[in-house]
C-alpha cells in the first residue's frame, strides 16, 4: 500500500475557531478503491477535517495534497470542480427533479431546439441517469419520477450516482445511514462497495460502529481534535475503538 | 444482496396526469355547466359564440400576464405580492410617456405609443430589482419584502398619476387594447406570444429548472453550485417585467393609466397560478396550468355575468375553486406522489 500514490492526504492541518482549537495537527491518507471512516466523539473534529478538504472553510497550519498537489479550496464547487464531491446527511437533492435533473443540477446539458434555441436535453439527462443507476445496480423504470417518490436509501443511490457520474476521485460521506431503517442501511454499505471497486477514495463518517467496521479498511479516530490512533477493522475490537475516542 | 429496485406503479401515473390536467378539467365542466344553462335558460351556445370566446380570452389576458411572472416566483417558493400596482405604475407611465412623446417629441402616434409601452415596462426593472435584492441579498421574506414594494409601488403609481386616471390620447393604443383582425383580438395574439416564451423559459432553460430547484431545496440548489442570489434576482425581475407588460396593455385596452388597475388583479394571479397546480411551497407549477387556472376564472367571471347571476356570486365561486385545487393538490402529495413536470 505505501508503493501507491494517496488520493488524498492530509497531513498537520490545524484550525481554530477563536480560541478553541478544532483540529490540532491531524494527518491521514485516503488510498484509491480504499474506505477510510473517520471516527470520534461529537466535536472531536470529523466534521472540521472534511469541510476544510471540501472547501467549506479554509484551514491555517499543514497541508492537504489530492493526488500529491496541495489544495486549498475556497468553495465546495471548487473542490468538485476538482474531484472531491460530498454527500450530506440531508442529500442535498431537489425532490421534485427527476434523477437525471438531480445528477446534472448546475451543470445540465443542451440541445438546440429547431436548430437555433438553446434547451435542456432531456433525454440525454435521462440515459446518463439510467446508465449510472445501472452502475449502481438499480433498475430504474420511471426516469422522469420525482426523487420523492423513493425511499431514504434510493435517494442516497441518487446523490452517490451523481459523485460517479461526474467522476469524483473523492467521496465524502457525512453520516450517510443515519437517517434510514436497517434494511436502507445495507443498501447503503453495498453502495459504497460499488463505489470502492470503481477505484474511488472514499472517506466515510459514521456514528454507526457496526457500519464502520463492515465497510471501513481503516478507521482513524480523533479525540478532541487529534489523531488518537488508527486501526485496521480485522484487528481491532468495537471496544478499543471507543476506548481511543473517550480517551481511556 | 438482491438489486434494489425504483418503481412506481404505472397506474398511479395516469392518476398523477389527471390531477396535473385538473384545471382544464374545471374548465371543461365550468364550459359544460354554462352551456347548458344557456340552452336551457335562453335557447343559445354559451361557448360556440365568438364574441364570447373573444371576451373571455381578452378579460383573462391583464391577469394571465401577471399571473405569468407569478409563477416563476410561486415555483422558487416566494410570492409576489407587488406586482398589481407595478403593473399600475406602468400602466401610469405608459400613458404619460406616450402623451409626453407626442405632444412634446412630436413622435408619430405608432412610435410615441412604442416609446410609451417601453417606458412602463422599463420602470418595473426598478421594483423588480428592488424586490430580487431584499430578497435574494438580505434575506427579508418574499411576504414582506414584496408587501413593502407594493406600498412603495402604489404610491409611486398615484404620484405619477397626479392621484388620478391618465388619459391617453393615441389610436395605436386602441389598436393594440381593442382590434380583432380576423375576429382574433390583438391582446390575446400578445398573451399567446407570452405564454409561448415563458412556457420555453420555464421548462426548456437552465433557469427554469434552476428555479424549480430552488423551490424544492435551496440548500440542493446552491450546493449544485447554481447561484441563487443571481437567480432570485432575475426571477423577480421577471416577475416585475410581465406586470409591466400587463400594465401596458392595460392601458390599451382602456386608452388610460390607472394607477389602481392591477390592485383586484393580483389575487387573481395568484389563484390562477395555485388553480393551475403549483404550490404555495414551491418546487411545482406549469406555465399552461396557470393559462388554464387564468380561464377558469375568467369563465366564471363571465359566465356567471352571462347567466344573469348576481356579480357577487363570482367570489365565491372563484374562492371554491381555489379551495377545491389546494385540496386536489394535497391529496395528491399524500396518496400518490408526483411527476417532474416538463
Not at chain 2, 434575506?139 to 414584496?146: E, K, N
Request: positive net charge.
Amino acid at each position: 500500500m505505501s508503493e501507491r500514490q494517496p488520493i488524498l492526504s492530509v497531513r498537520n492541518v490545524s484550525k481554530h475557531f477563536g480560541g478553541v482549537q478544532a483540529l490540532d495537527k491531524v494527518s491521514f491518507d485516503v488510498f484509491p478503491g480504499e474506505v477510510v471512516a473517520l471516527a470520534g466523539d461529537n466535536g472531536a473534529g470529523k466534521s472540521t477535517v472534511i469541510k476544510a478538504i471540501s472547501g467549506v472553510y479554509p484551514y491555517e497550519d499543514g497541508d492537504i495534497f489530492l493526488d500529491g498537489k496541495r489544495i486549498a479550496f475556497a468553495t465546495p464547487q471548487e473542490a468538485r470542480d476538482n474531484g472531491i464531491e460530498t454527500i450530506y446527511q440531508d442529500l442535498a437533492l431537489a425532490d421534485n427533479l427527476s434523477i437525471g435533473a438531480n445528477i446534472f443540477l448546475g451543470r445540465e446539458p443542451m440541445k438546440r431546439l429547431f436548430g437555433i434555441l438553446p434547451a435542456i436535453d432531456r433525454k440525454r439527462m435521462a440515459e446518463a441517469a439510467k446508465e449510472t443507476m445501472k452502475r449502481l445496480d438499480f433498475h430504474v423504470d420511471r426516469l422522469d419520477a420525482p426523487v420523492a417518490a423513493f425511499s431514504g436509501g434510493q435517494r442516497q443511490a441518487v446523490a452517490i450516482g451523481r459523485a460517479m457520474y461526474w467522476n469524483a476521485r473523492l467521496v465524502i460521506m457525512d453520516e450517510p445511514t443515519a437517517a434510514l431503517g436497517v434494511p436502507e442501511q445495507r443498501k447503503v454499505i453495498a453502495l459504497i462497495q460499488s463505489l470502492k471497486a470503481e477505484g474511488k477514495g472514499i472517506i466515510f463518517i459514521s456514528h454507526n460502529l457496526r457500519d464502520i467496521f463492515e465497510v471501513a479498511d481503516r478507521i482513524v479516530v480523533f479525540r478532541r481534535g487529534e489523531n488518537a490512533g488508527e486501526r485496521t477493522p480485522g484487528t481491532v475490537s468495537a471496544d478499543e475503538i471507543v476506548r481511543l475516542m473517550v480517551g481511556k | 444482496m438482491a438489486a434494489p429496485q425504483l418503481q412506481v406503479n404505472a397506474g398511479k401515473s395516469i392518476l398523477i396526469r389527471i390531477a396535473e390536467l385538473r384545471a382544464w378539467l374545471f374548465l371543461i365542466l365550468l364550459i359544460v355547466f354554462f352551456e347548458s344553462w344557456a340552452r336551457a335558460a335562453y335557447g343559445m351556445s354559451f361557448i360556440v359564440n365568438l364574441y364570447n370566446i373573444q371576451s373571455i380570452t381578452v378579460f383573462a389576458t391583464v391577469p394571465l400576464m401577471l399571473a405569468l411572472g407569478q409563477t416563476f416566483v410561486i415555483i422558487s417558493a416566494g410570492i409576489d405580492l407587488s406586482l398589481g400596482f407595478v403593473m399600475g405604475l406602468s400602466s401610469v407611465v405608459a400613458a404619460h410617456m406616450a402623451n409626453i412623446a407626442a405632444a412634446q417629441l412630436g413622435l408619430g402616434p405608432f412610435p410615441a405609443m412604442m416609446f410609451g409601452i417601453l417606458a412602463g415596462i422599463v420602470v418595473t426593472f426598478i421594483p423588480g430589482l428592488v424586490n430580487g435584492w431584499l430578497i435574494a441579498y438580505l434575506r427579508v421574506p418574499p411576504f414582506i419584502g414584496t408587501l413593502g414594494m407594493y406600498g412603495v409601488a402604489r404610491g409611486s403609481a398615484y404620484l405619477a398619476g397626479g392621484g388620478m386616471t391618465v388619459a391617453v390620447n393615441n389610436e395605436w393604443y386602441s389598436v393594440i387594447g381593442n382590434s380583432r383582425p380576423f375576429g382574433i383580438p390583438v391582446l390575446v395574439m400578445i398573451a399567446v406570444v407570452a405564454i409561448i416564451i415563458m412556457h420555453y423559459l420555464l421548462s426548456q432553460t437552465r433557469f427554469g429548472q434552476h428555479t424549480y430547484a430552488l423551490g424544492a431545496s435551496k440548500a440542493a440548489a446552491s450546493r449544485a453550485g447554481i447561484n441563487i442570489k443571481m437567480l432570485t434576482m432575475r426571477i423577480y425581475l421577471l416577475s416585475g417585467l410581465t406586470a409591466g407588460l400587463a400594465g401596458a396593455l392595460y392601458t390599451g385596452r382602456f386608452s388610460a393609466g390607472a394607477p389602481q388597475a392591477g390592485e383586484p388583479l393580483l389575487l387573481d394571479s395568484i389563484a390562477a397560478v395555485v388553480i393551475g397546480g403549483a404550490s404555495l411551497f414551491g418546487g411545482s407549477g406549469t406555465i399552461w396550468g396557470t393559462v388554464a387556472g387564468a380561464l377558469v376564472i375568467a369563465v366564471i367571471q363571465y359566465g356567471l355575468v352571462f347567466i344573469d347571476v348576481e356579480p357577487f356570486w363570482q367570489f365565491i365561486a372563484v374562492g371554491t375553486v381555489i379551495i377545491i385545487s389546494v385540496l386536489v393538490d394535497q391529496a395528491q402529495r399524500r396518496f400518490i406522489g408526483g411527476r417532474q413536470v416538463e
